[in-house]
């Protein structure tokens, strides 16, 4: 009876030692991500902005006020759109000048929030001005510094909307007045 | 003198005792080799007798049987898969990938270009259900893992060349790479023993290029694991 026992217990131990075993095996390898450094600034399509690339008309403004929106301009969207990628480490920073001989101090710009495009959120970074209309001066100027959730924002970059207005005070009828707006984005404020 | 003439008067006595000698040895001999040469035949005639009752001995049936024993090496086995649409085996590089894009592939990749980054062949004969994990880490911190994004189809069985008969654990789309060893094929009835050739997973593999930085070199490590339990 004991031979017997010793017998049937032999042959659990095998069975449960069989049972339990698993089989496990592994194979591994790598991947290695390099990126290419974009730093650019674009125009937002007519999609997004009132105006795209193209010139922003003032066309027979009449001079009762000082702030004289574009001929066009409509309150669902900016004049112009300025999208600006950057996936370097630090921040970056918008700027804007108007290159005349004859609008000097007449044109003015008007920037709220800008919005992170992968996000679809508002960006933390800063805005000169925020809010309110600033004259362009002649010399490239920070409009906004990137803030800590969009100093890195590719893919799709952030959307900085820009509207204007002229002063019209001392501008003779008859006449065409001309302008360069120049957009930057620069790594140094 | 005397003894001279005495031994060649004795001359033709001792040839003709040569001859004697000679002639006895020989028909002795003669006799020997016939009882010899006889006995020879004998030998050979018993020998072609038993050797033809040993062949014709029950000429109806003859059998042989031989033991065969052989034993079987247990597989279970996982290795990398590499030919001309199979591209790349222990590391897959995204050298300079343009940030302006939502998926980027690997080098040397298009979308619809009929190829695949990496192969895995998985074989085994233990004849249970084995399980296709697979898991990723990084050594640089800054990488999102969830950017890391693999396609699988569904696996082919290359015994039958044919799709294989088990389960994707989803359907074949763009997913990230789990973080911990996740079953993303089961094997079916018929290859989950798959020898001698094995059921070939075929990845492609994809980065979004959101968050991650230019100037910095990201290395993602991968981990498939073959086990027999899910």
New interface residues.
Partial sequence: MKKLAGILIMAMVIVLATTSA?????????????????LSIEFATTTDSTFGSGTIPWTSITPDSTVVTPTGHVTSKPDIGLIC?Y???GNWYAKVNLATTTLTGKLSRYISQPTNR?TSTATNGTVTGLDAWTVIPALATTVYASGTNDS?N??LGTFIGVNFALDPTGLATGSTYTGTITYTITTTP | MKGLKARVCRWPFFIIDLIKNIWYIKTKLDRQMKRYNKNLLVMIYAGILLLALFINADAETVTQTATMETTVTSI?????YQDANVL???????????????LCY?DGRSDGDGKSD?G?LCS?N?DVT?YLKMDASTSTPS?PMAN?KYYLGQPWDRNTNSPADGTLAQPPNWYSVPTAATVIYTAGNLDKNNSAYGTLATLS?A???????????????????????P
């Fill in positions: 698993f089989a496990v095996t592994n194979l591994t390898q790598s991947a290695s991500v390099t990126i290419a450094s974009v990628k996936n370097g480490a992968n890195l590719t893919p | 279970f086995s996982i290795e990398f790349y085996t222990t590391n897959i590089p995204f050298t300079n990938i343009d940030p302006a894009k939502s690997a990496t895995v085994s233990l084995w990488f890391f593999y980065v979004t290029p959101q968050n991650l930085y230019s100037g910095v070199s990201y290395i993602i490590n991968i981990t498939f694991t073959l086990a027999t339990s």
